[in-house]
């Protein structure tokens, strides 16, 4: 089976709903209140597998009850957790979460996710050089994100790149690449772009490589001749988390399973559609047989 491996993040997320996104100095009172695995990489990792992919995570858990619980989580999705480095006196990552307004807001503490470093991906380096795509975020350190981009590059190993938390690039980083996933907000920090730079004009500039997720919209890119928009399929939200990393999972099991990119971003789509139907990043994840 092709394999994908995710180096990235690993949090467990609380999650808040509420009818109204209280502001700075006011207290509301909230509807729900859930304890639920995420992280933008363990997202991404979960999505995959639940799509029928082989998925490995490189990352990092703190030795305490919220690391276990991600373990557990992994396991029972049949994500191999083999690489994952549990490390002492520094708690697993976590994300306070507040779906309101149609909408979320999210803080992470990063917590054991920082500890995923250089010497962490050369005791992996093996599971690397037998991927057939390594997916990214930037929830561990750049340095990380770089080293690894860089070792795939010089191996021929396809990757994907999800700019997520945004930050300004490096050039060398985005030409190592194989693919970036930002959403029209993400794409401008990081080709440190203000708003009135015309999107399509950055597009033009990655052909078939920088895909921009536009939520509700659809995702936009240029194949080289167009700009072309994917659209995304219409569905009733009830939490958008997670459907982001719903779209790289999946993105990541249609290439390596040789969808052109036009029917992986549609197949993504359909995954991250599917996704939002449900409260919290990885309950409404899909399975093959909903597609
Ligand atoms: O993309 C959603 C994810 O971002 C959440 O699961 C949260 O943990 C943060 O990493």
């Known amino acids: 089976m092709n394999k994908i491996v995710v180096v990235g993040s690993i949090n467990v997320d609380l999650v808040f709903t509420s009818d109204i996104r209280p502001k700075a100095g006011e207290t509301v009172l909230g509807n729900d209140f859930r304890i639920v695995a995420g992280g933008k990489g363990a997202n991404q990792a979960v999505a995959a597998s639940k799509l029928g992919a082989d998925v490995i995570v490189i990352g990092c858990v703190g030795d305490d009850a919220n690391g ?6 992994f396991r029972e999705f049949n994500v191999n957790t083999s690489c994952i480095t549990k490390i ?14 149609n909408d979320n807001s999210i803080i992470v503490i990063s917590g054991a996710n920082y500890k995923m470093d250089r010497v962490l991906i050369d005791r992996y380096k093996k599971e690397i050089l037998k991927a057939d795509i390594v997916v990214l975020q930037l929830e561990i350190p750049i340095d990380t994100v770089e080293y690894t981009l860089d070792l795939c590059y010089k191996n021929n190993i396809k990757t994907i790149l999800n700019p997520a938390p945004a930050v300004r690039l490096d050039k060398n980083l985005i030409e190592k690449a194989s693919y970036l996933t930002p959403n029209e907000h ?25 895909m921009i997720t536009m939520g509700e919209k659809g995702v936009m890119y240029f194949d080289g001749n167009d700009v072309v928009i994917v659209p995304a399929y219409s569905v009733e939200a009830v939490d958008t988390t997670g459907a982001g990393d719903t779209f ?16 992986a971003i549609d197949f993504a789509n359909k995954a991250a559609s599917k996704s939002v139907t449900k409260l919290g990043a990885q309950a409404g994840m899909p399975r093959l047989e909903d597609l």
Not at 68 to 73: A, F, I, P, T, V
Not at 88 to 101: H, K, R, Y
Not at 202 to 209: D, G, S, T
């Open 186 to 210: 993400e794409c401008r920090i990081i080709f440190n772009e203000d708003k009135d730079t015309d999107i399509k004009s950055i597009l033009r500039k990655y052909p078939n490589k920088l």
């Open 68 to 73: 276990e619980y991600s373990l557990n989580n």
């Open 88 to 101: 002492n006196d520094i708690p697993t990552g976590v994300a306070n979460i507040t779906v309101a307004e």
């Open 248 to 263: 790289n999972g999946a993105f990541a099991r249609a290439i390596v399973n040789n969808y052109d990119l036009k029917n």
